[in-house]
């Protein structure tokens, strides 16, 4: 019989990687606690004219990437591509803005796009996400920029780029987006296929292109940064002072655009070196419209998506995976100390230790290399001996020392004997 392999641009995430997902999670968590955000779920899939009207039908994510299907009740589904549509359609329909001043959200979860999969680049993905709704203040954007970047920090990320660009308001872009047309137009054979067929319907993204021939070309293109208004310049230097005063440098990018149709004003990637071709960590901007686009008030808004696969690689470059830390192995040998077995790793754990409990049922010896292999501080052996007279016997993994205890001693004292493990931690 044929083995059921998982699809192409998928994979199952197994130890000793997912210990990586566990530590960027935990970071994730702690740093936006501590700004105040607050998580939301939103449906994997949604309405396919979500994704239409809010990223826009012209973008390659929709013409050419999302997983589209009819349901049996004969509508028009789409695995999310991206968390901000959906975030905002929750947004909406939940009357978030009815609560009053700044929405702070975040989010995290699998995205799927069908592109060609290679390193930090799958099918189904992984992003993490944060909007900030109800804000139109520069201060808001250089918020967002200065958590994503004390998450990469405390994951201990080097070699990180900040790119920078404002995208204007629509009418800066309308400006823009003739005079780009006009340079390009000269150039349009030279051009990659898929910048030709932009030139029309998106030119913006041609300045996005991989292609070394474009790149060359859409090198010497007017600047965006030549096109701004007055108000959108305003906006754009209070960005870069606020953030020269955090002392997190930038590179203004000129040719930023990011690759979804509802960017308006700040538009910003973090790079890394390490990564080659596929260098975007975190990319994000301001998306002022998006919020009226889909139906809801008039409200400006700000964000950004973290890529996990691609921390994930970063993070394997830097160290290896970090490991639990075991306290106790439980070892155990008879029918009533088995089942004595059970009852201790459950009172233990209750306690706040961590234990691993051998089930196997193999003799002593077997169970005592196991007990060595597990980086767990300290083995706890029990026989049907020690069953019988509530005993345990603590041997120390690094020293081989050994204790006969009552089992009301270990547990009547576990703040003491959780220092001990600690303390033969540090030292060993």
């Known amino acids: ?36 955000f607050q998580e939301i779920r939103t449906p994997i899939f949604e309405q396919t004219n979500l994704f239409e009207r809010g990223i826009g039908e012209a ?61 930090g680049r799958q099918r189904q993905f992984h992003q993490v996400g944060v909007e900030v709704l109800g804000s139109a203040d520069a201060r808001a954007d250089v918020e967002v920029i200065a958590i994503a970047t004390e998450i990469l920090q405390k994951l201990g990320l080097k070699n990180l780029s900040l ?15 003739a005079a780009l047309v006009e340079y390009l137009t000269p150039f349009k054979a030279d051009l990659d296929q898929d910048s030709q067929d932009r030139l029309e319907r998106n030119p913006l993204r041609i300045l996005d292109s991989k292609d070394k021939k474009t790149q060359a070309i859409a090198k ?30 930038y590179h203004l990018n000129p040719c930023l655009v990011r690759g979804l149709d509802y960017y308006t004003h700040t538009a910003f990637e973090i790079q890394s ?21 889909l139906g809801g008030p008039d409200t400006p808004a700000v964000g950004w998506a973290i890529g996990l696969e691609r921390l994930v690689i970063l993070l394997q470059q830097l160290a290896a995976a970090p490991v639990n830390e075991l306290d106790f192995y439980v070892v155990s040998r008879g029918e009533k100390a ?13 306690a706040g230790c961590s234990v691993e409990l051998d089930l196997s049922g ?53 703040d003491q004997w959780r220092q001990k493990i600690n303390q033969a931690r540090n030292q060993a």
């Open 220 to 249: 010497e293109a007017p600047s965006i940064l030549d096109y701004l208004s007055d108000g959108s310049k305003k906006h754009f230097d209070q960005v870069q002072t606020s953030l020269t005063a955090l002392g997190v440098e």
């Open 362 to 414: 193999s003799a002593f010896g077997k169970q005592f290399k196991r007990a060595d292999r597990s980086g767990a501080i300290a083995c706890l052996v029990i026989g049907d001996n020690e069953a019988e007279n509530n005993q345990v016997q603590l041997k120390w993994l690094q020293t081989k020392d050994q204790q006969i205890l009552a089992q009301s001693e270990l547990l009547g004292n576990i």
């Open 338 to 350: 088995e089942a004595a077995s059970v009852i201790l790793a459950h009172k233990l754990r209750f």
């Open 1 to 36: 019989m044929a083995i059921i392999q998982a699809l192409r641009g998928t994979k199952d995430i197994c130890a000793p990687e997912i210990a990586y997902w566990q530590r960027i999670e935990a970071v994730v968590r702690d740093c936006l606690g501590r700004a105040t």
């Open 273 to 293: 070196s390490d990564l080659g071709a596929q260098a975007t960590v975190c990319g994000g901007g301001r998306y002022d419209g998006l919020v009226a686009e």
């Open 163 to 177: 790119q920078l660009n404002s995208v204007g308001n629509g009418e800066d872009r309308q400006k823009y987006r």
């Open 59 to 119: 973008t390659d994510v929709v013409s050419k990437e999302m997983y589209t299907f009819t349901d049996r009740g004969d509508r028009q589904i789409t695995l999310r591509p991206e968390g901000t549509a959906g975030a905002v359609r929750a947004y909406i329909e939940n009357k978030l803005f009815a609560q009053g001043g700044v929405q702070r959200l975040w989010y995290t979860g699998p995205m799927f796009r069908y592109e060609r999969p290679q390193a």
